[in-house]
């Protein structure tokens, strides 16, 4: 099994997965309406859209960095994958309840809306988890030439990501505001974070 | 003929259709509503998204087994291919009608969802022998050094498809639901099986 | 420029506009209804997805003919193909209308549904000539040992592409359902020709 | 980090952002109603959606030349290039403001539309000339034999942009309908230009 094709697969399940969300930004404005009052007041699904683009193209990027220290696959990592990409495209649902919800008069409802949503992340950080730690567990599917110092960063960072998305769901059900803060400040950080201290590792030479 | 594109627009269609599935899982909830409620209540849907996710990406691995053993490819052989991913990209159709109607009042519609869902994975098992057995036959289309281990191994499995799908189907038109959970059974089946039956088959080094 | 990307944005809008085709097959069944009637009665939704999946499948693999003979490429034929695609992407909307108005009580409405569906093909087919005479006239963007005997082919049967769908849009705007009925025939007439008159021509060699 | 997966990527949000533009041409023709007359009303979307997927087919095809300069890639130009492609994505939610409201009888909901859509062009020139100034200042990711004329041109180029959309965004505020017509014309602006001003620069061998 190459990994091309598995990355190529995975490629498009991440952009279809995030240009999708697009969808979920919409304004309902029949004739006569006042549309700017309309595109003002559907502001959380702005929100909406940038903070699940930001995260997937986050977790598209480690996914990458992932893959190239990965050198062989076999059938139960190819599985895996699917489940992993199958939480990723599943995404654009929770991004739509809380599109719709952040504002909810039932402060219930806001709640039910970013707790989906963390939990849907919450379960992508677990299975990307699952997915590295079956490859790289005794080295299976290491590279024979992988680097020792990026695989233990990788397993260092990746077995957080989860409980920073339960925390996340967590403060989420008790408020639901500070929650969906949280999930933008974090992909905010990772942005920031990535960038700042990923600079040295990851400057690589691509002239052919 | 290069395999190269055709490789590429299948795996763009597989990945397009896979994730187009998640347009199906929706819920209505105008204000005033009970969100919570209407999230548990869409559980068929959930359960139809990971169903069809899971069989498309068993789909999708098989495919790229196949295409692996093939080293020609003539315009019939183009013309089958696209013809078995008009029966892929037409999996979102019945997995949204399943969505839609397991746990319908009347069992009629249950059984139809369940009906027209196993019709069209039976046709896509059909294709896809069609596609198998056009290239193998006589050696028709496989590479020179083709494993003729895994040649027959992928016929004798291919052949049997059609035939559980079918089977699936008549079970479904008796008791929907005992014909979708042996949906899902099926591809849980598949899941596990391939990942140990094929574990020492398909790990290949991916070293360039 | 490459025309390795190009070919991968002319695949991917490819892949992407035949699997939003499935988007328009829709059965509204609002309980209690009767789903079977309703999934039957959709049947002109189904012949529509087929057709127009099956004719972008053999635009998609002439495209892939054409990119063959084609070794250089400029800001001109970029923009021209750019052009072309946006017809390409065009076709789920008028599918929808032919999905839709198939059975219209009011003969008129048919008429303006296949009409347009028509006219769409018509301007592909165009489209299609336009970026092929761009860039094989004089031999300006042809590779240095492009085949004289498959430039001449497509030159010759590309001229007559939009005639035909022309001649199917005359048809019918005269009855709606003949003109319906040709754009399967020719669809399917393409299919079996192209792998008929095509076997000798096409196969190559895929071995690495 | 290889640029080849992140064109993958990239040029996988445009194909995908750009066909969904399709979605927004709908006619809503419940029986018994004049399609043709609802056919030919919907003017305002087949314009709005040609002047999208042209605009895109440019920024897409200009990501191309900028990406055959850059040699390295580092965490902060993917996270950089990740905010492109979320304003990038965002492009159909515009596209469906303008061609609903363009005809609006209420001029101050073609103004919102007509602005909407400009702000957002106006973001992805600047996320454009982000990308590209973090890129090639002092040369950072710049291949060791990048092209200086070509380099100079692209930043002079680029530096314009974002000012010639707010002049239309600015314009539309006062007359959506000039705005919009602008929006057209510069389309069509950048499709002849770089036709001829790019011709022998960009001319260049694909031969293997």
Redesign the interface.
């Known amino acids: ?3 091309g ?1 598995l ?3 995975a ?13 979920n ?3 309902s ?1 029949e ?6 009052a309309q ?1 003002l007041h559907a502001w959380p699904s702005y929100v909406a ?2 903070a699940s ?2 995260t997937m ?2 977790i ?2 480690n996914h ?2 992932v893959m190239n220290q ?7 990592f ?2 895996l994958t ?2 992993f ?2 939480v990723v ?2 995404v ?2 929770p991004t ?2 809380v599109a ?2 952040i504002g ?3 402060i ?2 806001e709640r ?2 970013v707790a ?1 949503y963390g939990i849907t992340f919450t379960l992508t950080a677990v299975m990307f988890n699952v997915v590295w730690f079956y490859a790289s567990r005794g080295g299976r599917l290491l ?3 992988a680097d020792p110092r990026v695989v233990r960063g990788i397993s260092r960072t990746f077995v957080v990501g989860p409980w920073v998305y339960l925390g996340l769901t967590l403060a989420a059900l008790i408020s639901p505001k500070v929650g969906a803060i949280g999930f933008l400040l974090f992909a905010l950080f990772w ?1 920031i974070e ?6 040295d590792r ?6 052919q």
Chains 1, 2, 3, 4 share one sequence.
Do not use: K
Not at 15 to 20: E, P
Not at 31 to 36: A, F, S
Not at 70 to 76: K, P, S
Not at 194 to 199: C, E, L
């Open positions: 099994m190459e990994t094709r990355e190529t697969f490629d498009g399940v991440f952009a279809i997965a995030a240009t999708l969300l697009i969808l930004v919409d304004v404005c004739t006569p309406c006042d549309l700017r595109v859209y940038a683009f930001v193209g986050i598209w990027a990458h960095t990965i050198g062989r696959a076999d059938r139960t190819l599985m699917v489940l990409l199958m495209a599943f654009p649902f739509r309840l719709e919800h909810d008069p039932l219930a409802n039910t809306a989906v590279r024979a030439d942005v990535s960038s700042v201290f990923g600079r990851d400057v690589q030479d691509l002239e």
